[in-house]
């Protein structure tokens, strides 16, 4: 298993902390942001793959930004999974 940290672009949190174990994602955290709701993401997602999580989360906009804390999670999984 192995531990990534990836600074999100256009939202609120300043951090995504998650670990990769092969391409199933474990252990997700968001420092900063809307609380709850990111609580809620990271439970959700615990044990999914990367592709699962592209395939939910991928291009799902927030107030008109182009992007989302969920779609910046999708981003942050892929780019750990071909850094490999």
């Given at each position: 298993?192995?531990?990534?940290?990836?600074?999100?672009?256009g939202?609120?949190?300043?951090?995504?902390?998650?670990?990769?174990?092969?391409?199933?994602?474990?252990?997700?955290?968001?420092?900063?942001?809307?609380?709850?709701?990111?609580?809620?993401?990271?439970?959700?997602?615990?044990?999914?793959?990367?592709?699962?999580?592209?395939?939910?989360?991928?291009?799902?906009?927030?107030n008109?930004?182009?992007?989302?804390?969920?779609?910046?999670?999708?981003?942050?999984?892929?780019?750990?999974?071909e850094?490999?």
């Amino acid at each position: 298993m192995q531990h990534f940290d990836y600074k999100p672009h256009g939202v609120c949190p300043m951090n995504i902390s998650f670990d990769l174990d092969g391409d199933t994602v474990h252990n997700v955290s968001f420092k900063g942001g809307c609380n709850g709701n990111l609580q809620a993401i990271s439970r959700v997602v615990e044990g999914m793959t990367v592709e699962q999580i592209e395939g939910y989360f991928k291009g799902i906009s927030c107030n008109g930004r182009g992007t989302s804390c969920s779609d910046q999670l999708a981003t942050a999984v892929r780019k750990a999974k071909e850094s490999e």
